[in-house]
Nanobody, 123 residues
Framework: QVQLVESGGGLVQTGDSLRLSCAAS????????MGWFRQAPGEERKVVAA????????YYVDSVEGRFTISRDNARNTVYLQMNSLKPEDTAVYYC????????????????WGQGTQVTVSS
């Protein structure tokens, strides 16, 4: 059974940093793309960042470019999202995902999802 388990969310202040982790189990995802989406209350789930199977290619939505960094450790079947200079508009539930295709641009591209982790940035 495939499981994606996110961790690292929390309540922080504007300008702070957080590092999200997502550990995958149930199969090896070293040949899959991985990514992070987020969903704020009343909004659709949208892509934040994605990384290809080797880690050589990454994608970021414009609003996080230069502040967030996605990385992966295939030996640990884990993907990370380092979030710096956090803003109140980054507040959302963050979801880890895995896809057999890259780039990951839309929820329809995704094969598996984690349960989500809340990130709240106070002003």
């Amino acid at each position: 059974q495939v499981q994606l388990v996110e961790s690292g969310g929390g309540l922080v202040q504007t300008g702070d940093s957080l590092r999200l982790s997502c550990a995958a189990s149930g199969r090896t995802f070293s040949t899959y793309a991985m990514g992070w989406f987020r969903q704020a209350p009343g909004e659709e789930r949208k892509v934040v960042a994605a990384i290809n199977w080797s880690g050589a290619r990454t994608y970021y939505v414009d609003s996080v470019e230069g502040r967030f960094t996605i990385s992966r450790d295939n030996a640990r079947n884990t993907v990370y999202l380092q979030m710096n200079s956090l803003k109140p508009e980054d507040t959302a539930v963050y979801y880890c995902t895995v896809s057999s295709r890259y780039p990951i641009m839309d929820v329809r591209d995704c094969d598996y999802w984690g349960q989500g982790t809340q990130v709240t940035v106070s002003s």
